[in-house]
């Protein structure tokens, strides 16, 4: 049979930790899942992370895989002699055209001690990628997920199954959470738990909102003569529209804060909505209003640009 190198699939020296063979394989998954990844050859680089995966994360079947000793990947290469009494529960000679996930189909739970029962074996954790609006994240969201997920079945092999669910979001779902929905991942064998499915959650774009976190930013256009005199506005938020004071002589670029108007936090309250003060001048005026800016421009004492010259004084 063709030995294949677990390690190198996942990116790993022979003596990675427990934890480090997890985290490469769910950085790996995340990037070479079909549902998701662009990358060409996707679907076969998953089933080989997957794979190698499936043997290293079980404390057992890496023992009895570190045991077939270490070869070129693709290389041609039998057990070793004691091998199959120690580990393997299924008879096989060499003239068999066995491949290595078949191989390790049938291995004996426990080494010798286990008196030749199948090995339990948990199912995986599957991520997805779950798109939602920020008018799902404040209210939460019932999604229907459509997948086709990888599986083990009885005999060790890789193939796709076709899972449709529902899952419920949460109302104050944010940008880059992970939310878990235990025993919706892969199928366990022999008994062994089913895995586990992550929605990674993102929010799409809106029209008017930003997220960050649980607070959300609104662009504020103001004409220039409500940012002077002051004025109340109308806002718009997802719970509603409410109306906001904007008080005489308010500069762009100013932030006005409206409390407990973003999107809910998780046990009680409500992030805050942040109105950005945008400064808006009129693309035509009529002669009527152009005769008004002309009196004031003569009027008005105000330089907005005073600085230039103490600063150029400074210069010298």
């Known amino acids: 049979m063709k030995y294949k190198d677990y390690y190198a699939s996942l990116g790993l020296e022979r003596a ?4 480090q063979i997890k985290k490469a394989y769910r950085r790996l998954a995340r990037k070479y899942h079909p549902d998701v990844s662009k990358e060409t050859g996707a679907e076969e680089k998953f089933k080989e992370i997957a794979e190698a995966y499936q043997t290293l994360k079980d404390p057992e079947k890496r023992a009895a895989y570190d045991q077939l000793g270490s070869h070129a990947a693709g290389q041609e290469f039998e057990p070793p002699p004691n091998w199959q009494q120690q580990y393997s529960e299924a008879p096989f000679s060499a003239e068999e055209e066995l491949d290595l996930s ?7 739970g426990g080494g010798a001690r286990s008196g030749g029962s199948r090995m339990s074996m948990p199912g995986q954790d599957y991520e997805v990628a779950v798109a939602i609006s920020i008018d799902e994240a404040f209210n939460g969201t019932q999604i229907d997920l459509d997948l086709s997920m990888p599986e083990y079945d009885g005999q060790g092999r890789l193939h796709r199954v076709p899972r449709t ?12 959470q992970r939310l878990r929905l235990p025993g919706k991942g892969g199928k366990g064998l022999n008994g062994g738990r089913d895995g586990d499915l992550y929605l990674n959650i993102s929010l799409r774009p809106h029209p008017l909102y930003r997220a960050n976190g649980h607070d959300l930013y609104l662009d504020l256009p103001l004409a220039p003569w409500e940012a ?3 004025t109340s506005v109308e806002v718009p938020t997802p719970g509603g529209v409410v109306r906001l004071k904007v008080p005489a002589g308010t500069q762009a670029g100013r932030q006005l804060r409206l409390p407990q108007r973003g999107l809910p936090r998780p046990k009680e309250g409500h992030g805050d909505l942040y109105a950005m003060v945008q400064i808006v001048v ?24 005073g600085h230039f010259a103490v600063e150029a004084g400074h210069a010298h």
């Open 16 to 19: 990675a930790s427990e934890e």
């Open 165 to 176: 669910f529902k899952a419920r979001i949460p109302k104050g779902a944010t940008d880059g």
């Open 228 to 230: 002077v005199l002051g």
């Open 282 to 305: 009129p693309g035509a005026v009529g002669d009527a209003e152009r005769e008004l800016y002309r009196k004031l421009a003569e009027s008005s004492g105000f330089d907005p640009r």
């Open 102 to 108: 078949q191989l390790f189909a049938h291995l004996r």
